[in-house]
């Protein structure tokens, strides 16, 4: 009986030369090494310095040759779009700035926010001026946003959670209310992530291999229900305005 060997997880570089030669007949592999040169892939090596290319390196390797063959595109811009890409945007056309990808939206239940909508991390990474032109803020509201903490930054770039937030903040603008009208909505958050906290403190100290996973799982609805609760307490005085 033959045991089945598994493939393994990277190709070399004659591989990686042979399959993209039948869609590009003048690839070599001085250019796939120039183009490591450049920035534009990042193969890692064995202890003996041989490349070991991954089916992503393959992929991206495949994106610069067309864009340099069909778009004509220099090397320079093809990088910024790699940049995009890999911070979770659509490349930037001509004079723009790179722009978030289109999303099917948070996912809902009946209406309401679905559980695990609160798993979800935004892979998104944005620059300031990123974050300003793809939402709508001026930069002295970002700054007062950020001077009430309801943005951050995280490391170098804003992530998806503060592009929603600068949105919704720019929309609200409209109606005459100002960063400083929003601060009760950090407290109130502040608050409910505490509450969420001392809820799932004990589980997290509970040994065994599953704790961590109930700790999420009980992290995410609870933070669904604290978010129906609050619409439904809006609604309820919304109705009593009416009344």
């Known amino acids: 009986m033959t045991m089945a060997v598994p493939a393994r997880a990277y190709l070399s570089i004659g591989e990686v030369l042979n399959r993209l030669r039948p869609d590009f007949a003048d690839i070599t592999i001085s250019k796939i090494r120039f183009l490591e040169s450049e920035g534009l892939i990042e193969p890692q090596r064995t202890p003996s310095g041989y490349r070991k290319f991954t089916t992503s390196d393959l992929e991206r390797l495949r994106y610069v040759l067309l864009a340099q063959r069909d778009q004509y595109l220099p090397l320079k811009v093809i990088k910024d779009n790699l940049d995009a890409i890999d911070r979770g945007l659509v490349p930037a056309a001509t004079g723009s700035v790179p722009a978030p990808r289109p999303t099917l939206g948070l996912a809902t239940i009946d209406g309401e926010m679905a559980p695990s909508t609160f798993g979800e991390?935004?892979?998104?990474?944005?620059?300031?001026?990123?974050?300003?032109k793809n939402s709508g803020l001026k930069e002295d509201q970002l700054v007062e946003l950020e001077g009430y903490g309801l943005i951050t930054i995280r490391g170098r770039h804003?992530?998806?959670?503060?592009?929603a937030i600068a949105k919704a903040v720019t929309e609200m603008a409209g109606f005459g209310i100002e960063a400083r009208h929003l601060r009760s909505f950090k407290s109130a958050a502040d608050r409910e992530i505490g509450l969420i906290e001392q809820v799932i403190t004990p589980l997290t100290r509970q040994k065994g291999a599953d704790s961590k996973a109930r700790a999420e799982e009980v992290q995410k609805e609870i933070a669904s229900l604290s978010i129906r609760l609050h619409a439904a307490l809006v609604r309820g005085g919304l109705h009593r305005l009416r009344s």
Do not use: P, T
């Open 121 to 132: 991390v935004s892979e998104m990474r944005l620059s300031r001026d990123e974050l300003l």
């Open 158 to 163: 804003y992530d998806g959670d503060a592009l």
